[in-house]
T-cell receptor, first 117, second 114 residues
Framework: AQKVTQAQTEISVVEKEDVTLDCVYE???????LFWYKQPPSGELVFLIR??????QNEISGRYSWNFQKSTSSFNFTITASQVVDSAVYFC??????????????FGTGTRLTIIP | DARVTQTPRHKVTEMGQEVTMRCQPILGHNTVFWYRQTMMQGLELLAYFRNRAPLDDSGMPKDRFSAEMPDATLATLKIQPSEPRDSAVYFC????????????FGSGTRLTVV
């Protein structure tokens, strides 16, 4: 069965510090996709990134960067120079192959990130 | 920005009552999902549709839950009768094509059953 583990339940850092959110996944699929979503205090889920299993290149988008390592089944997320607006719950997710494709997402339990001003 | 619209945002109801949650997917998106978020279970997929046809509702308690898409602009999730354990945030999400893709989620309906 597919599984996503976010071992860090809560993290607090002081503004401007860098912070890394860990995500470890389990799957038997050879083709899969990994996602990160942000859930700010307002409650909506905001899509941040999607990576497929064949692309292990790290990605950077502004202050955000993602490190995908198949060898350790990890897809970690780093925020550089954190800001108060980064305070949110962050979810890692894995696509699940079904009879209809690979659209179903298995979510981790989330990491609550608090940025202290 | 295009948005997935969910109504109502909050609903408090008494046990045994029928609850209907509505979702307007983004125009042109042909795949619609219903997820439920609770503290205990996290985010769980309840059901999803493509081109208005249900593809998978294995995550949904069939005895009391039903999901439909009367037309391409409306998806509904009904609970009848509601129970306190149904209290959760229900999210609708939509996407285009056959995925997987970064679905767009609505703001959710926070349901409280007392």
């Amino acid at each position: 069965a597919q599984k996503v583990t976010q071992a860090q339940t809560e993290i607090s850092v002081v503004e401007k510090e860098d912070v890394t959110l860990d995500c470890v996944y389990e799957t038997r699929d050879t083709t899969y996709y990994l996602f990160w979503y942000k859930q700010p205090p307002s409650g909506e889920l905001v899509f941040l990134i999607r990576r497929n299993s064949f692309d292990e290149q790290n990605e950077i988008s502004g202050r955000y960067s993602w490190n995908f390592q198949k060898s350790t089944s990890s897809f970690n997320f780093t925020i550089t120079a954190s800001q108060v607006v980064d305070s949110a719950v962050y979810f890692c997710a894995l696509s699940e192959t079904s009879n209809f494709g690979n659209e179903k997402l298995t979510f981790g339990t989330g990491t609550r990130l608090t940025i202290i001003p | 920005d295009a948005r997935v619209t969910q109504t109502p945002r909050h609903k408090v109801t008494e046990m045994g009552q029928e609850v209907t949650m509505r979702c307007q997917p983004i125009l042109g998106h042909n795949t619609v999902f219903w997820y439920r978020q609770t503290m205990m279970q996290g985010l769980e997929l309840l059901a999803y549709f493509r081109n208005r046809a249900p593809l998978d509702d294995s995550g949904m308690p069939k005895d009391r839950f039903s999901a439909e898409m009367p037309d391409a602009t409306l998806a509904t999730l009904k609970i009848q009768p509601s129970e306190p354990r149904d209290s959760a945030v229900y999210f609708c999400a939509s996407g285009a094509g056959t995925g997987p893709f970064g679905y767009t989620f609505g703001s959710g309906t926070r349901l409280t059953v007392v």
